[in-house]
């Protein structure tokens, strides 16, 4: 039987993902791959792959896939009721061949992710195979009768992935709390609501950008006109943008590598991954997250 | 370089904001050159230079001195940037908004059509899409601000103007641009390498066909 799984459903959307095409900004190409990266990292080290071979990511469940060869697989992310093999999450699986894996949907976090000894070999395009959703770069978004090869992305043997246990347990709840550390134009508004109120994920959040419901962000006196004339500045995912409407957008892996909206604040990688787990309509709070490298400094008087 | 400020974003990127435009590609070649290994990426844009680094590289703390004393070294000392072959792209002016940018400049089409080709722009950063360049050198008397809602569906190779830019849509989206013309030049080609044909720092120079 041929060394390829076969996707009979997937679910509200399933992409094929990996680590993205980080360092093509420049040509306006977005960084794309894994919307919870550890959870894919940790999918692919389940299996023996290399960190970066290429998964699916699947949202809200729904995904059913056939393995057309006897396969080792993992699944990891927002734990789905699965059903075609009796192991369980976040372990590799021993799969025979013809194996039928379905995937339904999870009680609590938004993706989960299918790692397959040897990765998912679709053709990379600018050396990823990460579906943008935005640009069309990448395979096209899963539909039944796709047929995925499998490749030779290994590692090691199939092991423990090491711990486990760690962040995945970290899957949202009621409320998720989210580090935020300063960005350019943090100054330019009264953030106090920012960092004070319960902002609840809009049903029109994907892959570009979580858009917020919450109290709408006031610029500081004196900085409107700033803002309305803001020339486009590069953007990264985990960019918090304020448009003008006030109500603030987390990027997503698929969104523009610049934009026009000021930045106050990017989420840390780590709590970029947490993001990617929280379903439309829960509700999300900040805290302030220490920058890195340095916070504003004089430079050169202007 | 005149001025600059380095900005905070996030945990592992620094954002330098420039005293002006001409600025931008001057810092960008100047934080790419030293081939520094914590510096991920540098990503320019209309007045600003991202600089993602690294976020487990020891010296992280280091890396805004750094920055700063590449952008003083670039300032004392301006290199002569090697200027790449220009691009030449063929322009058929029949936008459908040429008729009201001329009306709005006061301009008749004609001229609209000869300020429009007659300088060598500079790709000064890339965004929006893939392969969008953003040109700088527009004729200051076509700035006009974008569409108000943007249209639907531009054409792939429509030459557009918005604010201090011109540039070309690599394929058929929606876009707010102001439409002059069109070019059959392919912006974004996966088959060629490197598949941008606008990157930044490209010299372009457009020709009325």
């Known amino acids: 039987m041929a060394a390829m799984i076969e996707v009979l459903a997937s679910g509200p959307l399933a992409t094929v993902q990996d680590l993205g095409r980080p360092g093509l900004a420049e040509l306006g190409v977005s960084r794309s791959g894994a919307a919870d990266r550890a959870a894919l990292r940790l999918a692919n080290r389940l299996v023996g792959n290399d960190e970066s071979a290429a998964g699916v990511e699947i949202t809200l469940g729904g995904l059913v896939v056939r393995l057309g060869t006897a396969a080792t697989v993992a ?14 999450w976040n372990a590799a699986l021993s799969c025979p061949a013809g194996t039928v894996l379905a995937f339904g949907s999870p009680a609590t976090g938004l993706r989960s992710y ?49 711990d486990a246990g760690d962040t995945r347990d970290r899957l949202p709840s009621d409320v998720t709390t989210l580090r935020l550390a300063a960005g350019p134009r943090a100054d330019w508004f009264s953030l106090a609501p920012l960092h004070e ?15 917020l419901a919450g109290p709408a962000l006031r610029a500081r006196p004196g900085f409107g006109r700033r803002i309305a004339e803001l020339p486009s500045e590069p953007t990264l995912p985990g960019a918090v943008q304020v448009p003008p409407d006030g ?47 340095r916070s504003a400094t004089a430079g050169r008087p202007r | 370089m005149t001025g600059w400020r380095l900005l905070p974003y996030g945990q592992s990127a620094v954002l330098v904001e420039l005293a002006r435009p001409a600025d931008v590609l001057p810092a960008r070649n100047a934080l790419l050159a030293p081939g520094h290994p914590a510096v991920r990426a540098v990503v ?15 010296a992280i703390a280091e890396l805004p001195s750094w920055i700063e004393r590449c ?32 009306q709005r400049c006061g301009l008749p089409v004609a001229e609209v059509i000869r300020r429009h ?19 700088s050198g527009l ?13 639907p569906a531009v054409p792939a190779g429509s030459v557009a103007i918005a604010g201090e830019f011109t540039g070309v849509y690599p394929r058929s989206s929606p876009g707010g641009w102001l439409l002059l013309g069109r070019t059959d030049a392919v912006l974004f080609d996966l088959d060629r390498q490197p598949p941008a044909l606008l990157r930044p720092g490209t010299p372009v120079r457009l020709h009325p066909a």
Not at chain 1, 75 to 88: E, I, M, N, Q, V
């Open chain 2, 44 to 58: 320019p844009a209309a007045r600003t230079v991202l600089v993602l680094l690294d976020p487990d590289t020891p």
């Open chain 1, 75 to 88: 699944c990891t992310g927002a734990r789905c009721p699965l059903s075609g093999h009796s192991g369980g």
């Open chain 2, 139 to 151: 004729d200051p008397a076509l700035r006009l601000p974008r569409l108000a809602s943007p249209r």
């Open chain 2, 71 to 102: 952008l003083s070294a670039a300032s004392a000392a301006p290199t002569a940037a090697d200027r790449p072959e220009p691009v030449h792209l063929a322009v058929r002016y029949d936008g459908a908004d040429l008729e009201s940018v001329a």
């Open chain 1, 114 to 162: 299918l790692a397959v000894r040897g990765g998912l070999a679709v053709p990379a395009v600018l050396g990823s195979r990460a579906t943008d959703t935005l640009s069309g770069l990448g395979p096209a978004v899963l539909a039944p009768g796709h047929r995925l090869p499998l490749g030779t992305a290994t590692a090691g043997p199939p092991g423990t992935g090491g």
């Open chain 1, 197 to 211: 109120a319960a902002w609840q994920v809009l049903p029109d959040s994907d892959r570009i950008g979580t858009r």
């Open chain 2, 117 to 135: 080709s007659e300088p060598e722009y500079t790709v000064q950063f890339c965004g929006f899409a893939p392969g969008f360049g953003y040109l």
């Open chain 1, 247 to 293: 109500r603030p957008i987390v990027l997503g892996p698929d969104a523009p590598v610049t934009g026009g909206y000021p930045v106050v604040g990017v989420l840390p990688a780590a709590d970029l991954d947490l993001l990617a787990q929280v379903r439309p309509g829960a509700v999300l709070r900040f805290v302030s997250a220490p920058i890195g490298p």
